[in-house]
């Protein structure tokens, strides 16, 4: 079974502290993704990874930076965090593919509160 | 532009009621169609991978479907264990590795 977990279920920090969101998988995979879900706004993507040392922005990247060192690790990094980021944050995983796509395996999710 | 809408919005079904979920779809050179679970504050769980048009996959009481436009999610005599919100996704040869995700149709099935 594709095993993706999540450093944290639930989160409450303070504005203009620095958050680290830890995301760890055991199956080998090339890809990670890091999604932000809110009610009404449906999953968005924040960053991505081909592979190691590797990060594309998403469709949300301001506001957040991401390391990936190793290739199981992912990690979402809010430099300064501010009331709107409080969310739902998703990992997920995938193995790579060039003309087929391949499915996304989630973490169970990080509930974040930023007071 | 790629894009995936879901209807209905909200499902309501009795124990036993079998219906259908729709999602329906615009993406230049489909790579894949996925149907995902999500249960309240958890985060979505793989169903099933659809490629191409006339592809049918089954898991239990769900049956997922694909044609040119649309996808179904058909659910067969459901249980209230089968309550969560379906969410479809698609992923096309212009947004590189990346998957849209459609809103999602939130189902209760009730005793």
């Known amino acids: 079974d594709v095993k993706v977990t999540q450093s944290s279920r639930y989160l409450v920090k303070r504005t203009g502290e620095k958050v680290f969101l830890e995301c760890v998988q055991d199956?080998?995979?090339?890809?990670m993704f890091w999604y932000r879900q809110d009610p009404g706004l449906g999953l968005r993507l924040i960053y991505f990874?081909?592979?190691?040392?590797?990060?594309e922005k998403g469709d949300i990247p301001e506001g957040y930076s991401v390391s990936r060192e190793k290739k199981e690790r992912f990690s979402l990094i809010l430099e300064s965090a501010s009331t709107n980021q409080t969310s739902m944050y998703l990992c997920?995983?995938?193995?790579?593919?060039?003309?087929?796509?391949?499915?996304?395996?989630f973490g169970p999710g990080t509930r974040l509160t930023v007071t | 532009e790629d894009q995936v809408t879901q209807s209905p919005e909200a499902l309501r079904l009795q124990e036993g009621e079998s219906s259908s979920l729709n999602c329906s779809y615009t993406?230049?050179?489909?790579?894949?169609l996925f149907w995902y679970r999500q249960d309240p504050g958890k985060g979505p769980e793989f169903l099933f991978t659809?490629?191409?048009a006339g592809e049918e996959k089954e898991k239990e009481r769900l049956k997922a479907t694909l044609t040119k436009k649309e996808s179904f999610l058909h659910i067969t005599a459901p249980k209230p264990e089968d309550s969560a919100t379906y969410l479809c996704?698609?992923?096309?040869?212009?947004?590189?590795?990346?998957?849209?995700f459609g809103p999602g149709t939130r189902l209760s099935v009730l005793p």
């Open positions: 990874s081909y592979d190691v040392k590797m990060k």
């Open positions: 996704a698609v992923q096309g040869g212009n947004y590189g590795q990346n998957f849209v």
């Open positions: 997920a995983s995938r193995i790579a593919g060039s003309q087929r796509g391949y499915e996304q395996y």
């Open positions: 199956m080998d995979h090339e890809n």
């Open positions: 659809l490629y191409s």
């Open positions: 993406v230049s050179g489909l790579r894949g």
